[in-house]
């Protein structure tokens, strides 16, 4: 594969943490503002319909960051600044997420809050809106370096320390900020993942200074001009779109418990409390696939990133099948254990392939492109099992789990017949062909 000026040069494990910092902030703050805060925010200044509130903010919130994110990746393509590629667009979104992450902070004060209630859903909506589009204009920006700073050889270890930093941020958000939030700090909370995030994205920008070079010869684009090229795709690679849908699918079948995890512990395993179980599954599953991630990226630079993401879907699709039929719940920490390392190549390693297929001179819209394959999936996945749930039982659950168990085989079909191995040498080979040219 091409590569960018330097981007032969072997990078450092520490170079690789520092550049990997802002995915560990953003995903404190997303997993911190969209399950915690914001359901807590909406509760202190709404009556009823609080589910129906949270709801429809998330919903548009996630298409805005979709856009965002795919908008700052094109942008960034064609940035000729000479702070970098990349580098402004994240520092601008990690410096303007602190002011309006904290934004509802004003409401908690004593002596504004009979000022601003009555556009007290107002500011929410639009700190919500306003973290969504400043994390992801960092984010969109971020996930091309991949491509653009990494040699080849390196990127299955720059994925695995993303993906064990991504969870390390989940995990912070569950610990930490929870605590915060049900001690009734809230402004705290708010201020912490703010800061943390704002941290990230300058200690990023530190460290890929001078290696982040500005765009060559790239047509200038302004935001209406990004806005109609979205997908308007140059250089067409399709191989990299099947790899898409393939974890579309794969993502849909990980989140498919993801907001649902306490009703089914009450449904299936009633003798435990609800909190405790899911304490027990998210931290065997999050520390598994920590470590999974971390150790499949380091192996794929090895062994070949293909058959590491194939074998994962495959046994995601068993563990999953087999954790709907299971009454002992010791037995289904067992098989979520088993599922959690599997799904780390899918997290860690498929990022890195996804890195190898894309254009040089469009890694940031391909990259935004290999986002929807998460994006989308929570977003899906919340809307096709919600609908399953209406009516909570073991048979529904058992359902749930039968089709997150298709989904994930599907995934690997897609997978294992439109991303062969034949395909991916042959479109490495014509790639390493342009690279040379350029």
Known sequence: MAGTKGASEKRSVGFLLGMSTLILGANLVWVSYNTILLPTLVEKVTGGNKALVVGLVGFFGTLLALLVSILWGILSDHSTSRFGRRSPAILTGALIALPLITLPTLLLLPSLRSVLLPFALL?????????????????????????????????????????????????AGILIVTGLNQNGQTGWALWLIAIVFTLTGVINVWVIRGRDNPAQGAEHLNVWDALTDIFNVRRHVAVFFWLVLALLLANMGINSLQFFARYFFQVYFPQISPDAAYRAMGGISLIVTMLAALLSGLLSDKIGRRAMILWAMLACALTTFLMGFTSNFGVFLLLAGLRAAAMGPILATAPA???????????????????LSTGLSGGISALVFGLLLVNMSKTTFMYLFIISAALFLAGGLVFSTAVSQKVLDEQFEVSQKIGETI
């Not at 653009?148 to 064990?164: C, K, T």
């Not at 392939?353 to 986002?371: F, I, K, V």
Request: glycine letters at 10%.
């Open 353 to 371: 392939l996804a890195s190898d297929l894309s254009p040089q001179d469009e890694a940031g819209r391909y990259m935004a492109y290999n986002n």
């Open 123 to 171: 500011i929410i909506v639009i700190s919500y809106f306003g973290m969504q589009f400043s994390t992801n204009m960092s984010n969109g920006a971020w996930w091309p370096l991949l491509v653009d700073v990494v040699p080849e050889n390196q990127r299955g270890l720059a994925s695995g320390i993303q993906g064990f930093l991504n969870l390390l941020g989940a995990a």
